[in-house]
């Protein structure tokens, strides 16, 4: 599949889409949402691919909303962001969280603004450590979005979010693994192949009882206690019936490596 503003390799049950703007950071246009739409309901029809890896190319991983189509001369009237958020970042998000499959994110340079959502949106992270996190919104007179208002109190609590949403401050890879915002910061030259193998491995993995796993603790975040426990058991129930729970069990007893099919 050819795209002009991303870019979608298969290979190994894995589907790469690489952001592809470098000389704007990456930043988001409506053609690129149009595109990673196009895209990620390609990726969700393929039974061949079991995991998602989302990166950027260049220096940047995304800067966000793409600020050049956003200027207007003063009078003039100013675009509807609402009707953007509407069409194309919510239903990104929305799409990531979704994806029946795990999704490996590798920053691989600056992430601001939805670009940081973004990663936060994925279900691991890795990051450069050069790599940094912004929630710009705040120095141009926007509300983080893209999921940020409610991520970031999730991962981090009220307090450091507020500060992180209100000052707009560069956030270093190293300081988001500490705070529980990423799964880890590797070595920059390390980036790409750490997170290909982790990709690849995810890939050979039970992928239906994964995606089970993704919208369990998803939807943790809104369960009572009560809630969550009928959700664990009807998921469980579920997750009975694969043919990859058989197989595990299988080569459990038999002592040999399990060949999971994703089903
Ligand atoms: O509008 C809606 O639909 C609502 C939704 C909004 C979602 C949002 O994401 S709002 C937030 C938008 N993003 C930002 O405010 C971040 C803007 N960018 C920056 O603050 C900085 O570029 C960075 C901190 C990300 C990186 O700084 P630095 O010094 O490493 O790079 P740079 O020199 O600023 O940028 C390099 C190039 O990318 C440069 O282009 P040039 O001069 O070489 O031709 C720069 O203009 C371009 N670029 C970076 N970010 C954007 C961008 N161009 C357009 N839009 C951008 N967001």
């Given at each position: 599949?050819?795209?002009?503003?991303?870019?979608?390799?298969?290979?190994?049950?894995?589907?790469?889409?690489?952001?592809?703007?470098?000389?704007?950071?990456?930043?988001?246009?409506?053609?690129?949402?149009?595109?990673?739409?196009?895209?990620?309901?390609?990726?969700?029809?393929?039974?061949?691919?079991?995991?998602?890896?989302?990166?950027?190319?260049?220096?940047?991983?995304?800067?966000?909303?793409?600020?050049?189509?956003?200027?207007?001369?003063?009078?003039?009237?100013?675009?509807?962001?609402?009707?953007?958020?509407?069409?194309?970042?919510?239903?990104?998000?929305?799409?990531?969280?979704?994806?029946?499959?795990?999704?490996?994110c590798?920053v691989?340079?600056?992430?601001?603004?939805?670009?940081?959502?973004?990663a936060?949106?994925c279900?691991i992270v890795l990051?450069?450590?050069?790599?940094?996190?912004?929630?710009?919104?705040?120095?141009?007179?926007?509300?983080?979005?893209?999921?940020?208002?409610?991520?970031?109190?999730?991962?981090?609590?009220?307090?450091?979010?507020?500060?992180?949403?209100?000052?707009?401050?560069?956030?270093?890879?190293?300081?988001?693994?500490?705070?529980?915002?990423i799964w880890?910061?590797?070595?920059?030259?390390?980036?790409?192949?750490?997170?290909?193998?982790?990709?690849?491995?995810?890939?050979?993995?039970?992928?239906?009882?994964?995606?089970?796993?993704?919208?369990?603790?998803?939807?943790?975040?809104?369960?009572?206690?009560?809630?969550?426990?009928?959700?664990?058991?009807?998921?469980?129930?579920?997750?009975?019936?694969?043919?990859?729970?058989?197989?595990?069990?299988?080569?459990?007893?038999?002592?040999?490596?399990?060949?999971?099919?994703?089903?």
């Open positions: 599949m050819t795209y002009a503003t991303i870019r979608l390799e298969v290979g190994d049950g894995v589907a790469t889409l690489t952001l592809n703007r470098p000389d704007k950071l990456n930043s988001f246009t409506s053609e690129m949402h149009a595109e990673l739409r196009d895209a990620l309901a390609v990726i969700r029809a393929d039974p061949s691919l079991r995991c998602l890896l989302v990166t950027g190319l260049g220096r940047g991983f995304c800067a966000g909303q793409d600020l050049s189509d956003r200027a207007v001369a003063p009078g003039s009237e100013t675009p509807d962001l609402g009707q953007s958020l509407e069409s194309n970042y919510n239903p990104l998000v929305r799409a990531l969280r979704d994806l029946p499959m795990p999704v490996v590798a691989n340079g600056v992430a601001a603004g939805a670009g940081a959502n973004l936060f949106a279900d990051a450069a450590r050069s790599a940094s996190f912004i929630q710009a919104f705040c120095k141009i007179g926007l509300v983080p979005d893209s999921g940020g208002t409610w991520i970031l109190p999730r991962l981090v609590g009220t307090a450091r979010a507020m500060a992180l949403a209100m000052l707009g401050d560069k956030m270093s890879a190293e300081q988001a693994e500490a705070w529980g915002m880890k910061a590797v070595d920059d030259a390390a980036l790409m192949d750490e997170a290909t193998k982790l990709a690849r491995h995810l890939a050979t993995q039970p992928t239906k009882g994964l995606a089970l796993i993704k919208k369990a603790i998803r939807d943790s975040a809104t369960n009572t206690l009560d809630q969550q426990l009928d959700l664990e058991r009807d998921l469980q129930r579920e997750a009975g019936r694969t043919y990859d729970y058989q197989e595990g069990v299988a080569a459990f007893v038999a002592k040999r490596a399990p060949a999971f099919e994703g089903r």
